[in-house]
């Protein structure tokens, strides 16, 4: 069970560096004004959903506490991240305040699931 849980987290970092190197990627286009969420972009998005989810499934089957309050937080910061992503991913340019925001949502994600204990 350890291992399934290691490459499901494996899993889910690759999807949090998909979606935050998507929006590292897009720096120089926003400058240009010529920002658009890429495919690896919502890839990353989606894999950080199901993986996150698997997790905290895992979790639960191994008898493990889960902090719900933390998870509920995460949760909803990507359900946004997600919807940003998909009301947008259509349109050849975006603006810049939803690469931003969808930045700093991945950012936030992160540092809670590091810092909250």
Do not use: C
């Amino acid at each position: 069970m350890e291992i399934v849980k290691n490459v499901v987290l494996a899993l889910h970092i690759i999807g949090v560096v998909a979606l935050l190197g998507g929006v590292i990627f897009q720096s120089s286009a926003l400058r240009e004004r010529t920002a658009r969420i890429l495919p690896a972009m919502m890839h990353g998005a989606w894999t950080m959903l199901v993986t996150g989810v698997a997790l905290v499934g895992l979790r639960y089957a191994i008898g493990a506490d889960v902090d719900n309050a933390k998870i509920t937080v995460k949760l909803v910061i990507l359900i946004a991240i997600v919807v940003l992503a998909l009301v947008n991913r259509k349109r050849e340019v975006v603006a810049n305040w939803v690469l931003m925001t969808i930045g700093a949502l991945t950012i936030a994600n992160v540092v809670i699931a590091t810092v909250w204990r």
